[in-house]
């Protein structure tokens, strides 16, 4: 009797053992409880007649108003395509061509990743989080200071972002302030990002004649320009506007140059409420949206169908001081707003949502992020820019942070996957048999166990202990936890990294700065 029953226990113990190890390991792709490009359009803040009042507006200002400061350039593609040059030097755009390159315009964009494994499908609803911001700091969490980024931390950061499940992108978080040749930063800034991760990476160009060697760049990592076209792994955020209601005459020809070398580009509009936009939400909204509009003319002016990012990305200010308030309830509403704005034109589109204005991860930094993140979800934005390590109103990027917030991340997808409603999920056959000579509870059922990963999200580094448990393991520290996590990450190389071929020829045609 004693042997059957340590032979019962030891079963019961190899089954519990081997359920554990199942849970240890990665679930497939299909089975993950989150995952790149989860759709949502739960959250409508704006009705149908709201948004058709925003376009029209949108519409007048573009055919009234126009934009200042094209460059010749721009004037001669964007005239060609239908657009009006006024005496005044601004360009104004007839609602017919407006309405005519919306209804053209590439409804769906991929962004490729480098090693094909994690490609993002931007249409409809489809959610991605990543981060953003060129900060121009490092938050140093123990001794609560900030210092100068470098492009040691731009490669480090893009290090932990490839190792990390719930951000999905990688956008230059951050400036290398320690390399003070703006050619130098931006051919860096592609190398330092995508030796880093494989994951699809965002960057800038400060002048136009920066473009051609960043492809050259580029290629040599791809194998060559045809492989680059094919799948082009990292995109161009152009800020080509200068709020209110005037092109950025640099940018836009960096633009035109990515868009001949195949680059996908993020049309950026980053009006602050209340300064360089109307301070109400909708006149915000209102502005952003006449301003990407102009861009996607331009755009499909330079080459119909190129692929881009409606990124109307609207800031809040506090207007008792002037601070931007990138972690307000008003932030939320602008980038949840933008999202919608986004759908009523069926074109892909991004904004920032994520961020906060606290200095150090803390409980003000989870609040600001957690809402603006949710509530972007929710709302179905494709690009969710900056929802990752970043402080200080976008002035300073925390590694730490980076990695708390893929926690944060996991949660917010669940949101975002939302409630599924079917015969299985109803669970009448459950409540049937566990209460009707059942054990009364649903602990330790087959289906109860067969579901626990597949629905629900666990934090990685979140406590969910006990506070007995809590003070039994000494009282781990959040903080603490996620530097361990980061130390373990940082301290091997990084899987990305180029192959020795491939890194000494860029070498020998580039000054790169970090080391091989």
């Known amino acids: ?135 121009v700091s490092m938050v140093d969490v123990h001794g609560r200071v900030y210092r100068d980024s470098t492009v040691q931390d731009l490669h480090d950061a893009a290090r932990i972002c490839d190792q990390l499940d719930n951000i999905h992108f990688v956008q230059r978080p951050m400036v290398c302030r320690d390399i003070p040749d703006n050619r130098e930063m931006d051919l860096n800034s592609i190398y330092a990002t995508t030796a880093g991760t494989t994951k699809h990476v ?65 049309l950026l509009s980053a009006g602050m409420a209340g300064a360089t936009a109307p301070s109400t939400i909708a006149g915000a909204i209102t502005q952003a949206v006449a301003e990407c509009l102009a861009g996607l003319v331009y755009v499909n002016a330079v ?12 800031f809040g200010l506090d207007l008792r001081t002037g601070a931007m308030t990138v972690g307000s309830g008003e932030q939320a509403l602008l980038s949840a707003g933008c999202a919608q704005m986004h759908k009523f034109y069926d074109l892909p589109g991004g904004a920032a949502a994520g961020a906060s204005d606290s200095k150090l991860p803390d409980m003000q930094a989870g609040w600001e992020q957690m809402c603006s993140a949710v509530m972007a979800g929710l709302s179905g934005l494709n690009m969710v820019y900056e929802a990752a390590g970043m402080h ?37 056959d459950q409540m049937r048999a566990t209460c009707l000579g059942g054990p009364g509870h649903y602990l330790g059922t087959d289906q109860t166990l067969s579901r626990m990963q597949v629905d629900y999200v666990y934090p990685a580094l979140g406590d969910r202990t006990s506070p007995k448990e809590w003070a039994e393991r000494d009282k781990p520290d959040l903080i603490a936890k996620a530097t361990a996590k980061k130390e373990e990450i940082l301290s091997q190389r990084a899987a990305a990294r180029f192959d020795a071929a491939t890194d000494m020829a860029i070498r020998e045609k580039f000054n790169i700065h970090l080391p091989a």
């Open 392 to 428: 200080a109103s976008l002035l300073g990027f925390c590694l730490e942070s980076l990695i708390l917030d893929n926690d944060l991340l996991g949660q917010a997808q669940r949101c975002v996957r939302g409630i599924e409603v079917n015969d299985e999920t109803l669970a009448l």
């Open 303 to 314: 080459k119909p169908g190129a692929p881009a990012i409606f990124g109307t990305w609207p």
């Open 202 to 266: 965002g960057v800038s160009f400060t002048e136009p004649a920066f473009v051609k060697p960043g492809l050259e760049l580029l290629h040599m990592i791809a194998g060559g320009e045809d492989k680059w076209r094919e799948r082009p792994f990292v995109s161009n955020s152009n800020c080509f506007v200068v709020p209110p209601m005037k092109f950025a005459t640099e940018s836009c020809e960096v633009m035109e140059e990515c868009i001949k070398g195949g680059m996908p580009v993020l």
């Open 1 to 135: 009797m004693n042997d059957q029953a340590s032979s019962t226990r030891a079963a019961r113990s190899g089954g519990r053992n081997a359920r554990r190890a199942a849970r240890a390991a990665a679930l497939p792709e299909h089975l993950r409880p989150v995952r790149p490009g989860m759709e949502s359009t739960a959250l409508k803040l704006l009705s149908q007649a709201d948004m058709e009042k925003i376009h029209e507006a949108a519409l007048t200002a573009l055919e009234e108003i126009g934009l200042a400061d094209a460059p010749q350039s721009g004037i001669d593609y964007l005239t060609a395509a239908g657009c009006i040059l006024g005496d005044d030097g601004r360009i104004r755009f007839p609602r017919a061509l407006v309405e005519d390159t919306i209804a053209k315009a590439n409804r769906s964009v991929t962004l490729y990743s480098r090693d094909g494994k994690n490609d993002l499908q931007l249409s409809g609803g489809r959610v991605h989080y990543g981060t953003a911001g060129a900060a």
